[in-house]
T-cell receptor
């Protein structure tokens, strides 16, 4: 059973729209949550990290965490073609050494 | 501040050979994690090293091994290469560990097994 799940997409949105990416996880005690962006042929890079329930905003990006429902989402406002990439959700498990579990990623295409 | 450096960037091997990949983390980072990435499989965790000790290990066969040196540089080795080992191998460094901190990835080593 996959421990971190994301819709693979592709998610297609028009330029200027809001893109909503979702991630669910199975370990109820998970403590740290990360969104990484990976352009085709490149390495993942951090977009947002979130550790407590609620919203965290950084420019056009907002991460939302709901531990009771075990989901974390990423909203991208005013989507740009340069946002077209695969977005990876990563969740830190509880226990010793806090292993990081990755989703398979959601492919986002922003159409001009 | 220099980033994470992986060498070599590209390499071609044949079945049965072995390969060693190197990763130099960001200065001051003590954790190095290794991942295999193939189309459709996402990031598959191989192992994490922290202060020269293997902290976590993924579900890969024993042909995949690694180590970390006192200067935090890490190497991974794949023996008896199979066609299915063709992939992008990424390493990532962090200050305290993959679960606790943000990861910074290297550019990757792309391995092709013929």
């Amino acid at each position: 059973q996959k421990e971190v799940e994301q819709n693979s997409g592709p998610l297609s949105v028009p330029e200027g729209a809001i893109a909503s990416l979702n991630c669910t996880y199975s370990d109820r005690g998970s403590q740290s949550f990360f969104w990484y962006r990976q352009y085709s042929g490149k390495s993942p890079e951090l977009i947002m990290s979130i550790y407590s329930n609620g919203d965290k905003e950084d420019g056009r990006f907002t991460a939302q965490l709901n531990k009771a429902s075990q989901y974390v989402s990423l909203l991208i406002r005013d989507s740009q073609p340069s946002d077209s990439a695969t977005y990876l959700c990563a969740v830190s498990q509880t226990g010793n050494n806090r292993k990081l579990i990755w989703g398979l990623g959601t492919s986002l295409a922003v159409n001009p | 501040k220099a980033g994470v450096t992986q060498t070599p960037r590209y390499l071609i091997k044949t079945r049965g050979q072995q390969v060693t990949l190197s990763c130099s983390p960001i200065s001051g980072h003590r954790s190095v994690s290794w991942y295999q990435q193939t189309p459709g499989q996402g990031l598959q965790f191989l192992f994490e090293y922290f202060s020269e000790t293997q902290r976590n290990k993924g579900n890969f066969p024993g042909r995949f091994s690694g180590r970390q040196f006192s200067n935090s540089r890490s190497e991974m080795n794949v023996s008896t290469l199979e066609l299915g080992d063709s992939a992008l191998y990424l390493c990532a460094s962090s200050e305290q560990g993959a679960g606790a901190n943000v990861l910074t990835f290297g550019a990757g080593s792309r391995l092709t097994v013929l």
